[in-house]
């Protein structure tokens, strides 16, 4: 009795194969929709993008001077109304800042004052995480809020995230969390 395959059936088999290759290889490169209640942001001047609750506004901005210059992106709710001659609520920032004296990420964040580690409570608040695949470090400092933060560097730039919030409860930190599962860096 032969046991080989007839050429057509050879044939279909491998072209289903190549197919189903195809299609994984496709669905793995293209990037995710945005779940309901999320949105997502792609931004290639800040070579990122990630997807974020729809309930808040996201607004870029330049900050420092031409000598010092970084990107901010300053994500607050929608309905937020603020009060007069208070101060303004929680926020989600993502920060982009020229790693210009090409320090390592730790001493960028124990040396360069925007990073508000001085704030921090003690020398060992330093805990080692990752965005997107980079080493980053994550600390907590307290401020007008208290604020969670997660430093990166990438393509060089040093990337900083951060959340103010007032309880361990609050919503802000979730949301916090969803950027920063999401992120993704657009340049190699």
Same mark, same amino acid.
């Given at each position: 009795?032969?046991?080989t395959l007839p050429l057509g059936a050879f044939v279909a088999i491998l072209i %289903?194969?190549?197919? +189903?290759f195809g299609v994984f290889n496709r669905d793995a490169a293209e990037p995710q929709s945005?779940?309901?209640g999320e949105a997502s942001y792609d931004s290639t001047e800040l070579d990122l993008s990630f997807s974020y609750a729809e309930r808040y506004e996201v607004t870029l901005r330049k900050d420092g001077n031409a000598e010092r210059e970084w990107h901010t992106l300053l994500f607050m709710e929608k309905d937020y109304v603020a009060p007069v001659g208070g101060e303004g609520p929680p926020t989600i920032t993502i920060q982009m800042f020229p790693n210009t004296e090409d320090l390592e990420?730790? @001493?960028?964040? !124990? @040396?360069? %004052? !925007?990073s508000n580690f001085k704030l921090a409570a003690g020398e060992g608040s330093l805990s080692s995480t990752q965005v997107a695949g980079e080493p +980053?470090?994550?600390y907590r400092y307290s401020g007008l809020y208290e604020t969670s933060?997660?430093?990166a560097a990438h393509g %060089?730039?040093?990337?900083?995230f951060s959340a103010g919030w007032l309880?361990?409860?609050d919503p802000i930190l979730d949301d916090f969390e969803q950027i920063l599962r999401s992120v993704q860096f657009t340049q190699q």
């Open positions: 009795m032969n046991k %289903g194969v190549l197919v +189903a945005p779940a309901p990420l730790e @001493s960028w964040v !124990r @040396s360069d %004052g !925007r +980053a470090l994550a933060v997660v430093v %060089g730039n040093i990337y900083l309880t361990l409860a």
